[in-house]
C-alpha cells in the first residue's frame, strides 16, 4: 500500500464530507420540491373553497335580471360568473355576468331576454375557471310577474343558496325547501299582514325581517292547514339568547304536516275511545327558533291563543262536533277551543290555543237518561260533546249534585285547552298523586284559581257559586276577554242579597254583566249557595260562547 501523507488524510475527509452535504442538500431540495407540487395542486382548491348565490333575480316581461354574489374575484378569461335559465326544466340560455361593485361581497348584474310564455323559472349561478365550474349555487325558482294569459301581480325577489320565494298581492310562495326571502319579506310587512303559502310543509322565517313589525301577522298556509301567528308572540332576543346567536342568526320554523301512518293511527283509537269519530286529518302544528346548525328552542306562545285550522270532511252540526288537542304521552284527546265554518266551499275547523300540538275534529252524540228533561239538557250534552263535562257514568250526569273546587278546577283548565303542569307542591292538603293534582297546579299556574290564607285548597269543599263565578271571570281574562265594570254595584244593585258577597263583588258583578250567572230569583243572587253540577256546565258554556272558543 503506497503511503500515505496528511494533506492525503486531509483531501480525503473533504472529499467525504462534501458528499454527506451534497446527499442532504438534494434530500431536503427533493422535499421542498415536493411540498411546493402540493401547495400548487392545492391552490386552485383553496381559492376556490366559495361560495356563490343570488342576492336577487326577477323573471318580468320576458327579462331575467338580477345580481350574484361571489365572495371571489372572478371577472377575467379565466375565472368568470355565468347564470343559467332554464324553464320546464329546460336548458334555455347562458348568460355571463358582469362585475358591478364590492360590497362584502363581489356582486355580478346579469340580464338576460327569454320568452314570456312561461309562468316560472329555474336559474343557478355558477363561477367557472375555464370551462370547469368550481363553486354554484342550488338552483332557484322565480315568477313572471306578467306572464301571458294571467292578470299582473306583485313583484319577485328570491334569496342566494336555496329554493325562491316570490309575492303576489300579499301573499309569498314559498318552496319546498321553505326559504323566505329576508327582503322580500320585510318589504311585505311594511305594506301590512302576509301570508306565506307553502309547497311543502315547512316554513324558514328570517328572524332579521320581523324586527320592527311586531303589530303585524303572518298566516301560512298549505293543503294541510292554516296557522295565523301575530309576529309579537316570537320574543326574538329570548329565542336568539336560547340559542346561543345573535336576532340575524335566527329563523323561526313554522310547520304544518299531516302526522305520520302510526300517530295517525293512534288518533283515530283515541277518537274511538271517547266515543267520537273522527272528521278531519290528524295535523302537527309546530313552531321553534333554530340555528343554522339546526338546534332549536321552543316558542312560548304565553297567554296568546293563535289560530289554526284543518279542513273537515263534511258538515258538521257544531254542538256534536269538538277540536281535539292529541297527547302523544298519553294517547289521549281533549278538547280545544274550536269554531266550524265553510269557506269557498270547503268545510273548516278554526282552532285556538296558546301552543303546539297534533289536531284533528271528532263528532259525538252524548246524552244522559238524568238530564232528558232537565233545564241543563242542551247546555250538558253540548258540553259532553266538546268532551269538556263527563258524565258520573255513561248513561247519568247527576245535574244537582254539588261540585267540588278540584272537580271544577278541573273543568276551567280543560275549557281553556290548557297544557297540563306537572303536579305541584303549591297546597299542603293537595298530594301529587291525587286525580286532581295535575288539574290544580296548572289552574293556579294560570291564575285562575287561589287558595285559602292557611295554604290549602280544600280540593273536596262543595263550591260556592261566588267562587264559581270568580273563576270564570278569571279564565275569561286569561283569554284576553276584557271583563271591566266601572260601577259594580249598580249591576249588584238589583239582587237584595248582594250585601252577602264576602269577597268577589266585583267577579260576580262581571259574571253577572257578561252574562255568565244570573240570579237565583229575580232579585236574589245566591253567592253563598253551593253550585251544582248543571249550574256549572251552563257557566262554562256561556264562557266559552262569549270568548268564541265554541259556536
Same mark, same amino acid.
Given at each position: ?106 356582486? *355580478? ?46 313583484? /319577485? ?69 292554516? *296557522? ?76 296568546? *291563543? ?27 284527546? @281533549? ?28 263528532? /259525538? ?46 273543568? =276551567? ?24 293534582? @295535575? ?12 287558595? *285559602? ?55 260576580? =258583578? ?26 256549572? =256546565? ?14
Amino acid at each position: 500500500m503506497a503511503n500515505l501523507n496528511l494533506q492525503d488524510l486531509t483531501n480525503r475527509g473533504t472529499n467525504r464530507r462534501n458528499t454527506v452535504l451534497n446527499r442532504t442538500f438534494v434530500k431536503k431540495i427533493s422535499a421542498m420540491l415536493s411540498l411546493i407540487l402540493i401547495i400548487a395542486i392545492m391552490v386552485p382548491v383553496l381559492a376556490f373553497a366559495a361560495t356563490v348565490g343570488f342576492s336577487s333575480v326577477t323573471y318580468n316581461n320576458g327579462t331575467v335580471s338580477g345580481t350574484v354574489y361571489s365572495d371571489v374575484y372572478a371577472d377575467g378569461v379565466s375565472k368568470a360568473v355565468y347564470v343559467r335559465i332554464n324553464g320546464n326544466n329546460v336548458l334555455l340560455t347562458t348568460t355571463k355576468a358582469t362585475y358591478s361593485v364590492y360590497n362584502n361581497n363581489y356582486l *355580478y348584474t346579469f340580464s338576460q331576454s327569454i320568452s314570456n310564455s312561461y309562468t316560472q323559472l329555474s336559474v343557478n349561478s355558477a363561477v367557472y375557471q375555464g370551462n370547469t365550474s368550481v363553486v354554484e349555487s342550488a338552483y332557484q325558482t322565480v315568477n313572471n310577474t306578467t306572464f301571458i294569459g294571467s292578470g299582473s301581480s306583485g313583484g /319577485s325577489s328570491g334569496g342566494g343558496g336555496g329554493g325562491g320565494s316570490s309575492i303576489s298581492n300579499g301573499v309569498i310562495s314559498v318552496s319546498n325547501d321553505g326559504f323566505v326571502d329576508s327582503n322580500t319579506l320585510s318589504t311585505a310587512l311594511t305594506a301590512g299582514d302576509i301570508t306565506l303559502k307553502l309547497s311543502g310543509t315547512v316554513a324558514l322565517i328570517p328572524a332579521s325581517a320581523l324586527v320592527g313589525n311586531g303589530s303585524k301577522t303572518i298566516t301560512v298556509t298549505n293543503d294541510f292547514g292554516t *296557522y295565523v301567528l301575530p309576529v309579537s308572540v316570537f320574543k326574538l332576543e329570548d329565542l336568539a339568547k336560547a340559542l346561543g346567536i345573535e336576532v340575524k342568526d335566527l329563523k323561526i320554523k313554522v310547520t304544518i304536516a299531516k302526522a305520520d301512518a302510526t300517530t295517525s293511527d293512534a288518533v283515530k283509537a283515541a277518537a274511538t275511545a271517547v266515543g267520537g269519530t273522527q272528521l278531519a286529518d290528524a295535523v302537527d302544528f309546530n313552531v321553534v327558533g333554530i340555528d343554522k346548525d339546526s338546534k332549536t328552542t321552543t316558542v312560548d306562545f304565553g297567554k296568546t *291563543y293563535v289560530s289554526r285550522s284543518v279542513n273537515v270532511s263534511k258538515a258538521v252540526d257544531a254542538s256534536k262536533t269538538t277540536g281535539v288537542l292529541y297527547n302523544e304521552t298519553t294517547k289521549k284527546v @281533549s278538547f280545544v277551543p274550536a269554531t266550524f265554518t265553510t269557506v269557498d266551499g270547503k268545510n273548516v275547523a278554526n282552532i285556538k290555543r296558546n301552543g303546539n300540538s297534533i289536531y284533528t275534529v271528532v263528532e /259525538s252524540n252524548k246524552s244522559f237518561a238524568d238530564v232528558a228533561s232537565h233545564w241543563s239538557k242542551a247546555d250538558v250534552e253540548l258540553l259532553a260533546n266538546k268532551l269538556v263535562v263527563e258524565g258520573s257514568t255513561d248513561t247519568t250526569f247527576e245535574p244537582e249534585r254539588n261540585i267540588t273546587r278540584a272537580e271544577f278546577a278541573a273543568l =276551567a283548565v280543560r275549557s281553556l285547552g290548557l297544557t297540563s303542569a306537572a303536579p305541584a307542591s303549591t297546597f299542603k292538603d293537595v298530594k301529587s298523586d291525587a286525580w286532581y293534582a @295535575s288539574a290544580v297546579a296548572t289552574a293556579t299556574y294560570a291564575g285562575i284559581i287561589n287558595g *285559602y290564607e292557611d295554604n290549602t285548597f280544600r280540593p273536596d269543599a262543595q263550591i260556592t257559586r261566588e267562587e264559581l263565578a270568580a273563576i270564570v271571570i278569571r279564565a275569561m281574562n286569561y283569554a284576553d276577554i276584557s271583563t271591566n265594570v266601572p260601577d259594580p254595584q249598580s249591576v249588584l244593585s238589583k239582587f237584595k242579597d248582594s250585601n252577602k258577597i264576602v269577597w268577589a263583588q266585583k267577579e260576580i =258583578a262581571a259574571a253577572v254583566n257578561a252574562g255568565i250567572i244570573n240570579g237565583l230569583t229575580d232579585d236574589t243572587i245566591g253567592s253563598a249557595s253551593k253550585a251544582t253540577r248543571a249550574q256549572s =256546565a251552563t257557566m262554562l258554556k256561556r264562557f266559552l260562547g262569549t270568548a268564541r272558543f265554541i259556536n
